[in-house]
């Protein structure tokens, strides 16, 4: 596992950079000296963002859908020819959902796992030979406490975010002796529109924030326990409040004991 003191001078890519959780990320490995490489599907929202950074000129915007193949190979190849390297690739950008299982369409349940899985997986694939030539770097993976509990209202979003965790935990495996790490972190409830934009039954944004998000962590304050957690190199990494790190305890303790909690939990 490297460790790190700080960042200075590292390319460290972003997906889903543009709002949240990665846009709060960019600004932390910003200050920590990276070199940022923000991706999301609107240019000008990254730029946005961008510009707000510390040392903006040395930062990249590049726009991509990452569901789309070609769109992620173009965006990787720009990556090397701007950068030429990378160190981190923090796979953040991701989808959340609100609603009940007898709800949820098969084209909404297909719309999530795309892109909270196997964009990820396609992503990290295309990166990883660069990863295994430079014989360094990290992966790394913002899965969820709710890809560890699974909870109601929430199937196909846990279930991709499992997934997505177990994934990484073989990948961890297979290149564990060619210098490369690979992270998952696992948020709780923190503020950004995550809610807002989770997708209902139908597959469209439920519109509206929820109180527990409303009232997590602030996103600063998440991306600083992340990264300073990257730094050490930690590999498993919970970030949430008391309730969400108790949760995850149990999970492991007492599995039966979580389900008790979790039909009691009020989480929409």
């Not at 503020?191 to 009232?215: C, M, Y």
Request: hydrophobic share 45%.
């Amino acid at each position: 596992m490297a460790k790190l003191d700080n960042l200075d001078g590292k390319v460290v890519w972003i997906t889903g950079a543009s709002s949240g959780l990665g846009k709060a990320l960019a600004q932390e490995c910003a200050l920590q000296g990276a070199h940022v490489v923000l991706t999301a599907r609107r240019f000008e929202e990254l730029e946005n963002v961008r510009v707000g950074l510390l040392n903006p000129d040395q930062h990249l915007s590049i726009a991509a859908d990452i569901t789309d193949e070609s769109q992620v190979r173009h965006a990787f190849d720009k990556v090397l020819e701007c950068k030429g390297r990378i160190d981190w690739l923090i796979n953040n950008a991701g989808l959340s959902q609100r609603a009940l299982i007898t709800e949820t369409t098969m084209q909404t349940e297909r719309a999530i796992m795309e892109l909270d899985y196997f964009s990820q997986v396609f992503l990290t694939k295309t990166a990883l030979p660069a990863f295994l030539q430079q014989k360094s770097g990290r992966i790394v993976f913002v899965s969820s406490v709710a890809g560890l509990l699974g909870t109601q209202y929430r199937a196909s979003y846990s279930a991709a975010k499992a997934a997505i965790h177990m994934w990484a935990n073989s990948l961890r495996a297979e290149v564990a002796d060619e210098g490369v790490d690979v992270s998952v972190i696992f948020p709780g409830f923190v503020k950004t529109n995550v809610s807002i934009n989770a997708l209902n039954g139908e597959g469209k944004a439920q519109g509206f924030d929820n109180e527990v998000t409303a009232n997590g962590l602030e996103a600063d304050e998440f991306a600083q326990i992340a990264v300073k957690a990257l730094l050490k190199g930690d590999e498993y990494i919970v970030v949430g409040g008391r309730k969400e790190v108790l949760g995850t305890w149990v999970s492991r303790l007492s599995p039966s004991t979580l389900y008790k909690m979790i039909r009691k939990a009020k989480v929409k």
